[in-house]
């Protein structure tokens, strides 16, 4: 592996410059301000924001086409730039990339395509002495069929490793233990001839889902933790956690709803809690930050993992603001629907204020680029920004995936053989099988995971700027005009807009803790929202219209002197019309001659 960048860097010292500082006058006196390097002292989770990277598009430093932790290095004044406060990397553990990384050989070590443990150690350093905190990918509810214990596990009923995994005869006259489909190929069972049973997997048959269950596997997933944890990461976002604990016995699902008809009986089982505290006391010992992964949780059931001090999970990943354009999963398309987003942003908030913490987020890389989906490409730069106020001033942390912060969009690839997710081929193949080619392809436009994994595109130069070679993967030919570098020195770029909405969020005590309302819930055009704390009151609003709309205020609103702390427009011209996407942040301010 060639020592590009990365070690280059490191001989000159600290804050040399990165492929984007050197395109900015911005960035330079911002990576210079390290902070305390101390990565878990004991700050309050809840005013963090968050960054997160699936290296392999993010940025490629040593010259393979594939991103790496070289380039992560290289970006860390980036990120500092933008003003997130910690990193969670996407698995980047060694993985037959089945399903790109979250389909592990070797929790212990780091994929050779993104480097080796020294070198992740450096990327962490660099990070805490930026006053950043990481994150690393837990994914325990399965493993890769190549990890060593599955192969042992195959090798019969009596071995160390026997009970690590769900294994069962069939039932008989050949059939499959039970019906349960899994979420990504077929049905959750698959035939292995060498131990001649079934094995489990509720994902891709290359990742059979480990046996909770056995105290030796919940073991092992505490050993994985420390040994992060002693190695001085922040904590974790623990992948579909919920599914750890299936019910006893098995027992058939629906038989409807084909993706998911076992998930009543894989998802929040009998031992959920109790397997959780156990990892949540060694999260403890170390002040461990833990994010859960839970697909489909209602609120109720999410405030048992969530709430007191004794809770088991510091916020949760919940998916209903994820289906405001489809029925479960972007693969059953529906037109957008903005009232449908706003139940789902509400809901969250009215049911965890005062008792547990959102975790904020519209993309990540489970699904299409926002704005393809909730937004408008003709009003690229102000449905960005307006999508990005939306949520990112709600109260919890707010979350950003790799690419949102410029805008990137969604790509169409002209067949499904140039797809790579596995969930994707696995749709187009299995689901809506009598629809033409055509209109099955276009499904995949809308949905498919691919679109938010095409390679970062840091400036408008060969491949983008995230290699020198040509990318692993196809890069969105509207690099040109969609990039970090144009946007770091455009005033109103989307870029730059993130970067003050999570300037004002991390200075305002209001904006971070404060209490949460909607106004005007039916509004199919506006949403429109306010946080409030001691007596400050600031309103979010944003035009979700493509036509010039008049500005709705609260009827106490109305009237009262405010000041505009944000927006998305350059300058207002008439005060009461919002413009296409427009978004204004303000801050109600205390009458003259009031006392209040
Ligand atoms: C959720 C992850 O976010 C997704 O990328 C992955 O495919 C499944 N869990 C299975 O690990």
């Given at each position: 592996m060639s020592e590009f960048a990365f070690d280059e860097e490191i001989r000159q010292e600290e804050g040399a410059a990165s492929a984007i500082r050197s395109e900015t006058a911005e960035t330079p006196a911002v990576a210079e301000e390290a902070e305390s390097g101390s990565s878990r002292s004991a700050d309050d989770f809840r005013r963090l924001s968050f960054y997160q990277i699936w290296i392999r598009s993010f940025a490629d430093g040593n010259g393979d086409g594939i991103g790496d932790l070289y380039g992560v290095y290289d970006k860390l004044p980036y990120l500092k730039y933008l003003g997130v406060d910690a990193i969670w990397f996407s698995p980047i553990y060694p993985s037959p990339n089945a399903d790109y990384g979250y389909d592990i050989s070797d929790y212990k070590n780091i994929h050779p395509d993104y480097g080796t443990l020294d070198q992740f150690k450096r990327v962490l350093d660099k990070a805490h002495s930026l006053g950043m905190k990481v994150l690393m990918d837990l994914v325990i509810n399965h493993t890769s069929d190549e990890h060593p214990w599955f192969k042992e596990s195959c090798k019969g009923r009596d071995n160390p490793y026997s009970d690590y995994y769900i294994w069962r005869d069939g039932r008989k006259k050949g059939r499959l233990p039970n019906n349960w489909n899994s979420q990504f190929e077929g049905k959750a069972w698959e035939w292995n001839e060498e131990r001649g049973q079934y094995y489990l997997h509720v994902f891709a048959k290359k990742q059979p889902d480990l046996n909770m269950d056995n105290p030796r596997v919940r073991e092992e997933v505490k050993d994985i933790m420390r040994f992060w944890l002693d190695m001085g990461v922040d904590g974790f976002r623990e992948d579909v956690i919920t599914f750890i604990s299936k019910r006893e016995g098995l027992p058939n699902g629906l038989p409807f709803l084909p993706a998911i008809n076992g998930m009543p009986h894989y998802k929040d089982g009998p031992h959920i809690m109790e397997y959780l505290e156990e990892f949540r006391a060694v999260a403890r010992e170390y002040g461990a930050i833990q994010i859960g992964e839970a697909p489909y949780t209602p609120t109720k059931t999410a405030l048992r993992y969530m709430s007191g001090e004794d809770r088991v999970l510091d916020m949760m990943i919940q998916f209903d603001t994820m289906t405001a354009d489809c029925f479960m999963t972007e693969y059953v398309h529906l037109p957008f629907s903005l009232r449908r987003l706003k139940r789902a942003f509400s809901k969250w908030q009215y049911a965890l204020e005062g008792k547990a913490w959102n975790a904020l987020y519209l993309e990540n890389h489970d699904h299409p680029r926002v704005i393809s989906r909730y937004g408008s490409r003709l009003f690229w730069r102000e449905s960005g920004t307006c999508l990005c106020a939306a949520y990112m001033l709600q109260q919890g942390c707010p979350f950003i995936y790799q690419g949102q912060e410029i805008g990137m969009l969604n790509i169409h690839l002209p067949?499904?053989?140039h797809y790579l997710d596995v969930a994707s081929k696995n749709a187009y193949h299995s689901f809506h099988l009598k629809e033409p080619a055509k209109k099955r392809l276009r499904r995949i436009h809308l949905s498919s995971r691919d679109s938010a994994r095409t390679p970062v595109q840091w400036t408008a130069g060969r491949y983008a700027g995230f290699?020198?070679?040509?990318?692993w993967f196809y890069l969105n030919h509207n690099y040109k005009h969609i990039n970090a570098a144009a946007q770091i020195k455009d005033p109103a770029s989307i870029l730059r807009f993130y970067r003050r909405c999570l300037e004002l969020r991390k200075g305002s005590e209001t904006l971070i803790y404060g209490t949460y309302r909607e106004y005007f819930p039916k509004s199919r055009s506006h949403y429109v929202y306010e946080r409030a704390l001691n007596g400050e009151r600031i309103l979010v609003v944003c035009s979700f219209s493509h036509i010039p709309t008049l500005l709705r205020l609260p009827k106490d609103w109305i009237g009262k002197p405010k000041t505009?702390?944000?927006?998305?427009?350059?300058?207002?011209?008439?005060?009461?019309l919002l413009r296409p996407y427009e978004t204004r942040v303000y801050r109600m301010e205390a009458a003259a001659g009031s006392t209040d």
């Open positions: 067949s499904i053989d290699s020198k070679v040509r990318p505009l702390l944000l927006g998305n427009y350059a300058k207002i011209h008439d005060e009461d």
